[in-house]
């Protein structure tokens, strides 16, 4: 069902139906990863590029729906080129800090998806405010124009505790 | 905690409080109260209500960014003036919240009959017997109405972040999360006479004597410095008046003291109780006297004696109140700079080749005691006058309270300072060069054939012989005699005409910055009038003539502090000058060889004067080095990729490095460069243009390269730590002046693909 949405997405899991999990529970699927990305400030950023990746710890905010988030990133940066090249980026978000003495309880979410740069509009104000919200510091970087704010379209989220539990969950789809 | 009981406690009731909430002032004023002393009254706003109005306006995280973006450690204290510009703008922009603010006005409604307060800061730690200054937080009197109060209260909790506090703390910064300040708000009590009385003199705290200091009207004319106090040395013991110094209050001191003897034994008793109270020898702020007296704050005596080494105390000087920054205004406008321009010009018209071996050792010294007369005079008051920008900064921001914090900049703009008359002249000359090709080709050809031995006069004379050739050379020499009569790196400036060419014929050609120019300019783009109607309209036509007075001595500031820089290099290219001479002569008798007398320089000035005067003086062991190029060690596997400093200027190009150190150096730029700096001065702004950014490793948004850069749309980024050693000539960086970012190497990055 997911190709049906993203064609060239490749399937990185056991395909599991989209909106599957149960999303209406609290300890569902969907809200210990919305938990997650609300509560965690920070992120990885994986790029690529020539074949070769690279990571970047960028500050974001995902969207309630969890269809996408937004990061920014001053445009004379590697990451920022590395995405001008190519968009399918994936970005984790993991809570190790806060049980350094026990790996089993570390949670962590792989998104992939696809990443774009936001032009001067709506959706780049939208995007900058909800940024802005959650990182006040941000406000004068966020406004330089010399800063590129990109939105990642979520395709899948990969959410792994207990060490090695994985399950997959797919934000948009019939089920969502 | 964080309810309006744990916000407020009022100075009646507070001695029970931990002084951790309501901070060392407060805790003093309400101890002096239950010991019976006479304090206003008033409330105490607690830590918690400003942890309350941080946490709630989001305002931890932004101070966290300002201070934590680059280590405080290498940051100038002009790079800390900006830092707390920008906390104290946010906190301005912040808004109390309405529970909060009804607390305070329940509070304040508690004293009906106070017509004006005072809002002073009361951090835990402050006033306390073991810090060794005061002075680094805000106090602001005579406010009036709840809407002045909560003004000055966000004034006053700003003030925690102040510059002098972020000074004081650069070794051990406060946690911007943790750190809190209480407020005290007292009724101000307006009796008089007021001053101050210290229970030791604080320049030596063995003295057997207290100081009182005594004004008519506020206590705040006196520690502002607008009125001249009278002042007693009291014995400690006895209560004996040992002194009486009457204060100059009109045109001459006053004839009967301002206080009697009975008013003078109740201080005296009043500092005896409190010294004895607090365990600590007191300096207090009192009002009314005798039986009417009112101590309105209390804290230990801190040191008089400063380290001569600690730069912090002199910072903490240059922080000028309005009176001393207009008398300032006055003599350094009106006598110094005049003086100074007038003592340049007689020594560049004298003619030293005719003075005998004596005459120009007396005129070498004569010259530099003129120079050391006057680099006194600049740190003594041209330093200090210079904070009449920084005035204004404060002012505009707290009158108009701009989104930007440095929008007052633009009423900087376009001031007549003499580098900018010598840019533009040598700006007309290269657009005259320009539309003159024969004169053009010809000294393109002599630069380009140049060698070591080049006679300039030559050069000069076979010009002159081209159409319109003569007219160049008149211009330019009197260039050279006029405005490149400077020292640069201790170097005199005309001495190389041909340094100056190279930058000329460049100065025709337009600049090209690759990156940059999509990006549209930040913030208020509005013209130097129309930031001026902004200023005036804020301050209304009550305070039109404080607006005026502040942006007039703001602008002369401004202007001062660029043309007392050339004025004194000037005065040292005058004694280099002279210095030059004596080194020839001693040269042409075979005494000093050619490798030492070409380095002549002002700091051998002693022994040129003593082998002119006595053909017996030694003249082969003067300390003259080598400037060495002094490189850190770098480490093989390591090298910046990334270099953060402050955005000065906005714009984003790219180009290759070149260093400017020295007067050699300002020749060799070439168009097109990154202007990489230790910090630009008015001595070599007229290469400025050619720059396609700027990179220095002073900071700050009000030094001479930033305006410089802003004025010419330069993309500037200040405050890199080491830039000069950190960069080396033709590296490719992109200097983003938004961010305040120096990227190293292109920015087509080579990725890691295996290869190695």
Partial sequence: MTGHHFPDEPLLATEIEPGHSSTDEPNGLEARIRLLLNTEPFAVLCTQGQGQPYGSVVAFAASSDLTALAFSTPVTTRKYRLLTEGDRIAVVVDNRPRHREDMTQVEAVTLTGRARLLPQGPEREQWAAALVSRHAYLKTFIAAPTTALFCVDIVRCLYVTRFQEVHQWIPTGPGS | ?756
């Avoid at chain 2, 009182?212 to 040395?233: H, I, K």
């Fill in chain 2, 1 to 756: 905690m964080d309810t309006d009981r744990s916000w407020i406690v009022t100075l009646a009731d507070a001695d029970a409080v931990d002084p951790a909430f309501i901070g060392n002032k407060a805790a003093n004023l309400a101890r002096l109260i239950q010991a019976g002393h006479h304090v206003p009254d008033g409330f105490c706003l607690t830590t918690a209500a400003y942890q309350r109005f941080i946490r709630e306006q989001g305002l931890g995280p932004i101070i966290q960014m300002e201070l934590r973006r680059k280590p405080l450690a290498t940051m100038r204290w002009e790079e800390l003036w900006d830092v707390a510009l920008r906390i104290r703008s946010a906190f301005l922009s912040a808004e109390i919240d309405d529970d909060l603010s009804h607390a305070i006005e329940v509070a304040a409604g508690k004293f009906p009959g106070a017509r004006s307060w005072v809002v002073r800061s009361s951090a835990p730690g402050e006033d306390s017997s073991l810090r060794s200054f005061a002075g680094l937080h805000e106090s602001i009197v005579g406010v009036c109405g709840l809407e002045e109060i909560r003004d000055a209260v966000r004034k006053v909790w700003a003030s925690l972040w102040s510059d002098a506090a972020l000074l004081y703390g650069q070794e051990s910064p406060l946690d911007p999360l943790q750190s809190a300040m209480a407020v005290v708000i007292q009724e101000r009590v307006e009796a008089t006479p007021s001053g101050v009385a210290f229970a030791r003199d604080p320049r030596d705290q063995r003295s057997s004597y207290a100081i009182v200091e005594a004004v008519p009207g506020y206590c705040s004319d006196l520690v502002d410095g607008v009125v001249d106090p009278d002042r007693w040395l009291i014995h400690r013991e006895s209560g004996a008046i040992a002194q009486w110094k009457p204060g100059k209050r009109g045109q001459a001191e006053e004839t009967a003291p301002l206080l009697s003897e009975q008013a003078l034994h109740a201080l005296q008793k009043s500092l005896t109780s409190i010294e004895s109270l607090f365990g600590w020898a007191p300096d207090i702020e009192w009002t009314g006297c005798a039986n009417e007296l009112t101590i309105l704050q209390a804290r230990p005596i801190t040191s008089g004696k400063t380290d001569p080494a600690d730069p912090r105390a002199w910072y903490l000087s240059l922080k000028l109140g309005p009176n001393v920054l207009r008398r300032l205004a006055t003599l350094v406008t009106e006598t110094r700079i005049p003086q100074l321009q007038a003592d340049g010009e007689r020594l560049m018209d004298e003619v030293l080749e005719s003075l005998d071996d004596q005459e120009l050792a007396d005129t070498i010294e004569t010259r530099s005691s003129i120079l050391n007369h006057w680099k006194k005079i600049y740190r003594d008051e041209f330093i200090p006058f210079a904070d009449g920008v920084r005035h204004l900064g404060r002012y505009y921001n707290d009158t108009v309270r701009p989104d930007d914090p440095y929008e007052f900049v633009g009423l900087l703009k376009g001031q007549p300072m003499l580098a900018s008359q010598r840019n533009h002249k040598l700006r007309s000359l290269a657009d005259w060069v320009k539309t003159h090709p024969e004169v053009e080709t010809a000294l393109k050809r002599y630069l380009a054939e140049r060698s070591a031995d080049f006679d300039w006069t030559q050069a000069y004379q076979s010009i002159a012989q081209l159409s319109a050739g003569a007219e160049f050379v008149e211009q330019f020499k009197a260039l050279l005699a006029k405005d490149m009569d400077i020292v640069f790196g201790e170097e005199r400036l005309g001495d190389h005409p041909e340094r100056v060419l190279r930058t000329l014929l460049q100065l025709g050609q337009p600049v090209s910055r690759d990156v940059g120019n999509d990006y549209p300019v930040q913030g208020y783009t509005g013209s130097v009038a129309e930031l001026e109607k902004r200023l005036f309209d804020a301050a209304g036509s009550e305070k039109l003539q404080e607006a005026r007075e502040i942006l007039h001595i703001g602008r002369l500031s401004w202007k001062l502090r660029d043309d007392d820089n050339l004025l004194v290099a000037r005065l040292e290219s005058q004694l280099l000058r002279a210095l030059r001479l004596g080194a020839q002569r001693l040269m042409a008798s075979g005494r000093l060889s050619e490798k030492v007398g070409e380095r002549v320089r002002e700091k051998v000035t002693s022994r040129v004067v003593d082998a002119l005067r006595d053909p017996n003086a030694p003249c082969s062991d003067w300390p003259i080095e080598e400037t060495s190029e002094e490189r850190p060690p770098l480490q093989s596997r390591e090298s910046a990729r990334q270099l953060i400093g402050q955005p000065a200027a906005p714009g984003v190009a790219s180009g290759p490095v070149c260093r400017v150190r020295n007067a050699l150096d300002l020749g060799r730029f070439r168009q097109g460069s990154v202007l990489v700096c230790d910090a630009i001065q008015p001595m070599m702004t007229h290469i400025v243009p050619l720059a396609t950014a700027i990179i220095e490793r002073r900071g700050g948004m009000l030094i001479h390269g930033a305006i410089i850069a802003r004025e010419l749309r330069i993309p500037c980024v200040n405050g890199i730590d080491r830039a000069v050693e950190v960069l080396s000539d033709d590296e490719w960086v992109t200097v983003d002046g938004y961010l305040g970012i120096v990227t190293l190497g292109h920015a087509d990055f080579d990725l890691e693909t295996g290869s190695n």
